[in-house]
């Protein structure tokens, strides 16, 4: 009996032994899969890379077409989202005076050092027949742009169509009222120069 009894608890240590390693190899087997459906997604992707590149040497010239057709398509999109985004600032009624009063002293400062700390008020020329006895409006034409600094005494025109610089002087500001309609109480003054000795 004692013979059965040691077999039995042999057998059984074996049986434990075989059982603890089928635990750990899902584990393994999992690891194993997983590498191998990385490399198998790295061959397939080498494989895609490998037929672009047969096909571009094999067709230049529709695949310059293809690149020339994205390229504008994306072009396009980006001017389509920039217009997008002017109209949307243009149309709304507090941002569309600031707007163009900022996009055309932007295009001023380029050229010509303006005053500084101070927000010039905008005005356009409508009607250049009413202006035209004014020497500060003697080369002016319809759709100018007129800016007044007024702390300065300072008035510019300026051409948008040519980003020209018309007349730059010092004014009388007759009223302090915006120019917004009427730039025809721009008064310009005679600039004077102190003498050297």
Do not use: C, H
Not at 173 to 196: D, F, G, I, N, R
């Amino acid at each position: 009996m004692a013979n059965k009894n040691s077999k039995k608890i042999v057998r059984m240590s074996r049986t434990q032994k075989k059982a603890a390693p089928l635990k750990e190899e899902p584990v393994v087997q999992e690891q194993v899969k997983k590498k191998s459906l990385l490399s198998r997604m790295f061959r397939a992707t080498g494989k895609q890379i490998k037929r672009f590149i047969k096909f571009i040497r094999k067709n230049p010239f529709k695949t310059l077409l293809v690149i020339a057709v994205l390229v504008g398509l994306g072009w396009f999109g980006n001017e389509y989202m920039n217009t997008k985004d002017q109209i949307k600032q243009l149309t709304n009624p507090k941002t569309a005076g600031q707007t163009e009063v900022q996009i055309i002293t932007n295009d001023v400062k380029q050229v010509l050092d303006l005053p500084k700390n101070e927000e010039p008020t905008l005005a356009t020329v409508s009607d250049i027949t009413k202006l035209k006895n004014q020497t500060f409006f003697k080369n002016a034409q319809n759709g100018d742009k007129v800016l007044i600094y007024v702390k300065s005494g300072r008035a510019l025109l300026y051409r948008p169509v040519e980003n020209k610089v018309i007349e730059y002087s010092a004014v009388n500001l007759q009223s302090t009222k915006e120019p917004s309609s009427q730039p025809a109480s721009v008064q310009p003054q005679p600039q004077t120069t102190p003498a050297q000795p």
